[in-house]
């Protein structure tokens, strides 16, 4: 009888493995997809050498960019408490700049083409600037994780209630047409986020938001968020942003200034909201200029508000918590990312772990 294909990620586990034995490691593959409580990781391997080593549990990830290390990272990090052991990143490649700095955190790494952070006691090894050996294929999330399905997720992760919603009302509060919500549902149905409560029709209901949202994040930032972006400018300081009003130039925090807001704990080193259009009248009074000069060197991002939710939720002074938490961890940022854990706990855990 034939043997069962490996799926990609296997594959990628197992080259890392043998990049890592390459490096004089002993490495070993000891349990795939472990699963403990809802949480489910892509593998637990044993790294060491000469007969010690440690416990990992590693997250998987093929097309490792800069954009999604943020989330990857809280997946991971989410695992390693689930499962009590240290988290190990496993990618097809690594390069310098996330490598210096996954290093600079404290995070052990490992990709296929060889390069890898691993600390222990009497073992250091730190390899870098090895060229991947292959082209790694996109990952295949489906059609509900492309830019227009990925909106119909945002609505559904922000209201999980509204999954039981006529197809028309949830495309126009996902701002997507008709026909998207008719391609998205069978999507999620398939890879078995929604389904019917024990098979009767009409109550619908999500399943698996843990994980609904860390994929949707990662595809977020890889697809959707590069399309929100209308503008970058600058202003003259960010001291007092606090005090702009932006409810009365129809506009909402994003990103830092958001994550601030909703968890007082990060100080923003740029700016981001969210609007229909360009707010001329704000811009004016704030002094937006295209480019820096000695006068203006504060950054401010200006992106499209792509959803369309109830007008209170439009009026708030921040975007919903889930696109906060997003954008945080799309920075790439080491306080960003801890900002976006803290608002993981505080405003968005209580959405996705009731699916």
């Known amino acids: 009888m034939d043997k069962k294909p490996l799926q990609p990620e296997a594959v990628l586990l197992n080259a890392a493995l043998q990049a890592a034995r390459d490096l004089g490691l002993d490495a070993q593959l000891e349990q795939r997809e472990p699963k403990r409580a809802a949480a489910r990781a892509g593998a637990v391997v044993r790294i060491g050498r000469r007969g010690k080593g440690q416990q990992y549990v590693a997250e998987v990830r093929r097309l490792l960019r800069p954009a999604n290390l943020?989330?990857?990272?809280h997946q991971l990090d989410l695992q390693a408490a689930v499962h009590d052991m240290p988290g190990l990143l496993v990618a097809d490649y690594i390069n310098q700049d996330m490598a210096d700095a996954l290093r600079k955190q404290g995070r052990?790494?490992?990709?296929?083409?060889?390069?890898?952070y691993i600390e222990q006691p009497n073992v250091l090894i730190w390899a870098t600037g090895r060229k991947p050996v292959a082209k790694t294929e996109a990952p295949q999330a489906g059609r509900a994780f492309q830019p227009t399905g990925l909106q119909v997720l945002f609505a559904l992760l922000c209201h999980p209630e509204w999954v039981t919603l006529p197809y028309r009302e949830l495309a126009a509060r996902a701002g997507v047409a008709h026909g998207t919500v008719g391609w998205v549902m069978p999507d999620l149905q398939r890879q078995g986020f929604v389904a019917d409560l024990k098979g009767k029709r009409g109550t619908r209901r999500l399943f698996e938001g843990e994980r609904l949202l860390?994929?949707?994040a990662d595809a977020y930032a890889r697809q959707l968020r590069p399309r929100t972006l209308m503008g970058r400018y600058y202003v003259p300081a960010l001291a007092g942003w606090e005090e702009w009003p932006l409810g009365q130039y129809g506009a909402q925090w994003g990103g830092e200034p958001a994550g601030a807001l909703l968890t007082n704990y990060l100080t923003p080193g740029e700016l981001t909201l969210y609007a229909d259009k360009l707010p001329g009248p704000l811009a004016a009074r704030y002094?937006?200029?295209k480019e820096a000069d000695m006068g203006h060197k504060a950054v401010v991002e200006v992106r499209h508000r792509f959803w369309h939710f109830p007008e209170d939720e439009m009026a708030a002074p921040c975007v919903p918590p889930v696109?906060?938490?997003?954008?945080?961890?799309?920075?790439?940022?080491?306080?960003?990312?801890?900002?976006?854990k803290r608002l993981y706990e505080d405003h968005v855990a209580r959405l996705v772990r009731q699916v």
């Open 323 to 340: 696109l906060v938490y997003a954008d945080l961890l799309a920075t790439g940022d080491a306080r960003c990312i801890e900002t976006a």
């Open 287 to 289: 002094r937006f200029a």
């Open 108 to 116: 052990a790494f490992l990709d296929a083409a060889g390069n890898a």
């Open 70 to 73: 943020g989330a990857t990272l």
């Open 214 to 216: 860390a994929l949707w």
